[in-house]
């Protein structure tokens, strides 16, 4: 029987609708959603791949456990009894320290990754815990942790209603948007050219670059400097305007000063923007009704990441553009309860509570940074990593010197990877856990909805039923053998610890709905729905929009977005300041200490000649592309060679390199061989590889992506070089020699 079901797309960060459209349990089409309340039928090429990563044959649909070195089916009992066999000793022997945990990008995809990878974190009793975070978004944290005291809230351009939007290192036409959940970012971006100004700071044309305002080549690594003299700009020029929240806002005059020498003749060398340009662009900028900067990973994978970050947010704090409409504004999930009467302040954020054991690195946001995990390996000596397990993750493809990283890999005593793939870093595990296909689980989008534009929220349930457990039960089955109680121990453990605790947590909280509330009562409310469902239910029931189970009959719950399955929009983002700075202060600081201190690292830099370096290195990615982990769809890898080495004519004649011909790229720590493409899309001096590829494994089990194998940029990622302040890795403006092979 034919039937049709609104599914949220679970593949980027944009939560498009989809109609998938089912014949029994064949897909026989995928659409985009016209009803969907923030997508409204827009989908990009990777949205209607559902069908082939259902039906992929590599996909794994049961565990494998590692028998002299080749891997055969078990079931799901065996494999936990071997994970409680190989674990314990290690355990006993080295203690708990000697564990790790990598926790991959796709666990923000997923209601698992969103709530039961913590019970997994806190059973393992280890701080040796590393994310895609450190390769991407880290200096948003931590930036948003120190100017305004919460490092989950990230700031979002508020693309409907600006009138001018500046991009630095992103390019949103192709990734759908990142660290901002909005659906057809391209219409979008149209709609801000028709009736205002896009401007682009990238050292490549990218797809966002030809269809923006305006186009500015900058140098890589230099971000910061074409941002500071825009501030330097904005003092000297009577721009600096805080607007409302002028009283809420501390550290003026340390950023007045301190940006006092980066004039834009000064930085204009360096960064490679002139500086009656650099002035134009701040005064249009400053004069505009409303405006955005918006800075990504082009920009934050750098050395001087963080403080990029940190002066991206000062430009918009100086204008008048923070926490505003048509500025920079913070997100308001359905489920979240907003006080505008709250009196600022809070406990404030911090970094460097702990640090690595092996070169002594600050953690940030409880993790440490990708630059350090190899080292956690290799080093002998109380706490050396004997024991990993990979969440939904493929840091052999992601981190920095990736090579190395392989190595240490498969110098462990044991790894568990939860996994869909047999992938380049799953391959070394000894027992391998897969999740189910996105059509066969729920989908509830907590960091994707975190970070929209609009207060929207939509709730997918599974569209094919399936014997295999869901993700929630691995990972609470998981946190079980990890945390000593053994392989037989009921899932049901976990699931109603966290239950109580969400319970707990609302009916002793005085400005909670259900405050004094019976808990049988609420508890017998939610227990009809599985585990992850009850959580869901509990949040959205007792946010600002929710029913409180009871007190208002038409307010939001889960069974309203059962009812409502094209999603519920409950209007644009709000202002939030002062009530939401949970700074110690209670003031946005835009001189924390740590930044203050890492400035003088600028300082010293920018007073010092830049190492010579013929060559730059720098990422991208393509539309079809979403990391490593979308490369085994023959539809999105077939045509074109997109893993290319992109070359400027005139680099590529004094360097003797021809279109299509092989050229070697090597840094101090790799080489490569890539095909090389001549395009004048990047700026002379700087090369281009993507992200992502290298699948000629032969332990992975990819067998469309081997086809299409690419090479692995991240050979060439220098794990020496990082970020200070977050520990972000530096992917971008790394030296290389070029020559033809």
């Not at 403080?307 to 913070?330: C, E, H, Q, Y």
């Not at 094919?464 to 109680?485: C, I, K, S, Y």
Request: with cysteine; net charge negative; hydrophobic share 40%.
């Amino acid at each position: 029987m034919t039937e049709t079901h609104a599914v949220t797309c679970p593949l980027c960060e944009a939560t498009c609708g989809l109609e998938v459209t089912t014949d029994g349990d064949q897909v026989v089409r995928i659409r985009g959603d016209m009803n969907d309340v923030f997508s409204k039928g827009f989908i990009c090429p990777k949205g209607s791949t559902l069908k082939q990563l259902h039906e992929d044959p590599d996909r794994l649909r049961a565990p494998l456990v590692k028998r002299d070195g080749k891997f055969v089916e078990v079931g799901w009992d065996e494999a936990f009894a071997e994970i409680e066999a190989r674990l314990q000793p290690i355990i006993d022997e080295h203690g708990r320290e000697s564990l790790g945990m990598y926790l991959g990008n796709p666990n923000a995809h997923t209601i698992a990754g969103a709530l039961f990878v913590r019970p997994v974190i806190m059973a393992m009793g280890s701080r040796n815990l590393f994310s895609a975070s450190t390769v991407d978004q880290m200096p948003k944290h931590v930036t948003a942790g120190l100017m305004w005291g919460d490092p989950g809230a990230f700031p979002l351009p508020d693309l409907d209603r600006t009138d001018h939007l500046l991009i630095l290192g992103g390019n949103p036409y192709v990734s759908n948007g990142s660290l901002v959940t909005a659906p057809d970012f391209p219409g979008r971006l149209d709609a801000i050219v028709e009736r205002g100004k896009v401007v682009v700071v990238d050292p490549r044309t990218s797809k966002t670059a030809q269809k923006a305002t305006e186009h500015h080549t900058i140098v890589p690594g230099t971000d910061i400097y074409l941002l500071l003299a825009m501030i330097n700009e904005c003092f000297a020029a009577g721009l600096a305007e805080v607007g409302r929240l002028e009283p809420h806002v501390a550290g003026l005059d340390w950023v007045s000063e301190a940006v006092a020498s980066f004039t834009p003749e000064a930085v204009e060398g360096r960064c490679g923007i002139d500086a009656a340009t650099i002035r134009r662009m701040t005064q249009e900028f400053a004069a505009a009704p409303s405006a955005a900067a918006y800075g990504r990973m082009g920009a934050h994978t750098v050395e001087f990441g963080t403080l990029t970050s940190w002066a991206t947010d000062v430009l918009n704090a100086i204008t008048g553009n923070l926490d505003r409409a048509g500025g920079i504004m913070f997100a308001g999930p359905p489920w979240e309860r907003f006080d505008p009467q709250r009196t600022p302040g809070g406990r404030g954020y911090q970094t460097g509570r702990w640090h690595s054991r092996a070169k002594g690195l600050p953690e940030a946001n409880g993790e440490f940074p990708s630059v350090t995990l190899a080292d956690e390996i290799e080093t002998p000596g109380p706490g050396q990593l004997r024991a990993m397990f990979l969440i939904a993750g493929n840091p052999v493809r992601s981190y920095p010197n990736s090579e190395r990283l392989d190595a240490a890999f498969a110098s462990l005593d044991f790894m568990v990877a939860v996994d869909i793939y047999v992938t380049e870093s799953s391959q070394h595990a000894d027992v391998i856990l897969p999740g189910r296909s996105a059509l066969e689980r729920s989908q509830f989008d907590f960091a994707f909805y975190s970070n929209a534009i609009r207060r929207v929220v939509n709730y997918t349930p599974p569209t094919f039923e399936t014997d295999q457990p869901d993700e929630t039960e691995v990972l609470a089955r998981l946190a079980n053998v990890v945390g000593g109680f053994g392989a037989d121990a009921d899932p049901a453990l976990v699931f109603d610890s966290m239950v109580e605790f969400t319970i707990d947590r609302e009916v002793t909280n005085e400005s909670s709905p259900i405050f004094g509330r019976n808990k049988d009562e609420i508890r017998g409310a939610v227990a009809h729905w599985p585990p992850a469902e009850r959580i869901i239910d509990l949040r959205l029931q007792t946010g600002d929009f929710g029913a409180g189970f009871g007190a208002d009959p038409d307010g939001l719950s889960l069974q309203k977005l059962i009812d409502n399955p094209h999603g519920l929009d409950f209007g644009p983002l709000i202002e939030k300041f002062p009530a939401a700075i949970k700074t110690a202060s209670g003031q946005v600081e835009l001189a924390p200490e740590p930044i203050v201190a890492d400035f003088e690292r600028l300082r010293a830099s920018f007073a010092t000649d830049p190492a010579a370096s013929d060559l730059v290195l720098v990422g991208r990615r393509h539309l079809r592309s979403n990391n490593s982990w979308m490369h085994n769809v023959k539809v999105l890898v077939k045509g074109k060679d997109r893993c290319t080495l992109q070359v400027h004519p005139d680099d590529a004649a004094r360097l003797g390199l021809a279109d299509g011909a092989r050229a070697s790229v090597s840094s101090r720590v790799g080489t490569v061989e890539a095909p090389v493409e001549v395009t004048a899309d990047v700026r002379p001096g700087v090369v281009s590889l993507p992200h992502g590829w290298g699948h000629d494994a032969p332990g992975a089990r990819l067998s469309v992506a081997a086809e299409h194998a690419g090479v692995n940029s991240n050979a060439l990622t220098d794990d020496a070089v990082y970020d200070h302040l977050s520990g972000n890795a530096v992917l971008n403006a790394i030296p290389v020699e070029v020559a033809p092979v």
